[in-house]
């Protein structure tokens, strides 16, 4: 319960109060149970993508060209 009680000075009472009615929406009732709602709550969303600039685009793609690995393992 203190756990729980700590977590209102760090989340706020609106996003505690959230995870202990979903946590007994799903007939849990452990302070493990809403710290863990809490903290995937708090996840930052994934990082936006980052556009190639032109000067780092590649100029002729690479050829995937098995054959020449074989030949390279053969031994005469």
Same mark, same amino acid.
């Given at each position: 319960?203190?756990?729980?009680?700590?977590?209102?000075?760090?989340?706020?009472?609106? !996003?505690?109060?959230? !995870?202990? $009615?979903?946590?007994?929406?799903?007939?849990?009732?452990?302070?493990?149970?809403? +710290?863990?709602?809490?903290?995937?709550?708090?996840?930052? $969303?994934?990082?936006?993508?980052?556009?190639?600039?032109?000067?780092?685009? +590649?100029?002729?793609?690479?050829?995937?060209?098995?054959a020449r690995y074989d030949n +390279?393992?053969?031994?005469?």
């Amino acid at each position: 319960m203190v756990d729980i009680l700590n977590a209102v000075l760090t989340d706020g009472l609106p !996003a505690v109060e959230a !995870a202990c $009615a979903e946590a007994l929406g799903h007939g849990v009732h452990s302070d493990d149970v809403v +710290l863990n709602i809490l903290a995937r709550q708090r996840e930052p $969303a994934p990082p936006a993508n980052i556009m190639t600039p032109a000067a780092l685009t +590649l100029r002729h793609a690479p050829i995937a060209d098995c054959a020449r690995y074989d030949n +390279l393992r053969k031994t005469n």
